[in-house]
T-cell receptor
């Protein structure tokens, strides 16, 4: 299947700093990328949808100024958690689709710990 | 409001038997359904999907059944193997829209020897 690479897999940062997570589609051009967040023992919660070259569409309750999403090319999307706080500690996962009518492929996820 | 529901948080099945994971949805606009498998600290892996124009899709040991009138789908794994132990997420999307995928809360499947 298609490969989506997410980096870093783990990151620990201090409260108040910003963290950038990268999501790359390695063998296809992703028309749409999605960012999810998973709390322990809970489902994947969609945070935002991004299309290359346009602004991301955020889900209700997700702060767009806190979770900055940049989809600069058809193979790269980034999520920046700005001014991170301990409550932002979570597992963040990206996914990518190469056409509208296909399943999404997921990155391996990033475990963010804010101390 | 949970649009995709997996009411069983866990399921234990003996190796070799059939595992049946269930999923219900509320949004009648969903027309594409997927099952993902997830290990701890990893991203979900796509397993199988089904379009709303079908009621069954089979791929090896995995079969997904869709009952549109009941807004219910299920994933059958037969025979169950130890490597099937993982969390399984049911997901749904509207192909006609931005195609964002909405996930259920997951079912942890344990295959016992």
């Amino acid at each position: 299947g298609a490969v989506v690479s997410q980096h870093p897999s783990r990151v620990i940062c201090k409260s108040g700093t910003s963290v950038k997570i990268e999501c790359r589609s390695l063998d296809f051009q992703a028309t749409t990328m999605f960012w999810y967040r998973q709390f322990p023992k809970q489902s994947l919660m969609l945070m935002a949808t991004s299309n290359e070259g346009s602004k991301a569409t955020y889900e209700q309750g997700v702060e767009k100024d806190k979770f900055l999403i940049n989809h600069a090319s058809l193979t790269l999307s980034t999520l920046t958690v700005t001014s991170a706080h301990p409550e932002d500690s979570s597992f963040y996962i990206c996914s990518a689709k190469f056409t509208r009518n296909t399943e999404a492929f997921f990155g391996q996820g990033t475990r963010l710990t804010v101390v | 409001d949970q649009q995709v529901k997996q009411n069983s948080p866990s399921l234990s099945v003996q190796e070799g038997r059939i595992s049946i994971l269930n999923c219900d949805y509320t949004n009648s606009m969903f027309d594409y359904f997927l099952w993902y498998k997830k290990y701890p600290a990893e991203g979900p892996t796509f397993l199988i999907s089904i379009s709303s124009i079908k009621d069954k899709n089979e791929d090896g040991r995995f079969t997904v059944f869709l009952n549109k009138s009941a807004k219910h789908l299920s994933l059958h794994i037969v025979p169950s193997q130890p490597g099937d132990s993982a969390v399984y997420f049911c997901a749904a999307s509207e192909r006609s829209s931005a195609s964002k995928i909405i996930f259920g809360s997951g079912t942890r499947l344990s295959i016992r020897p």
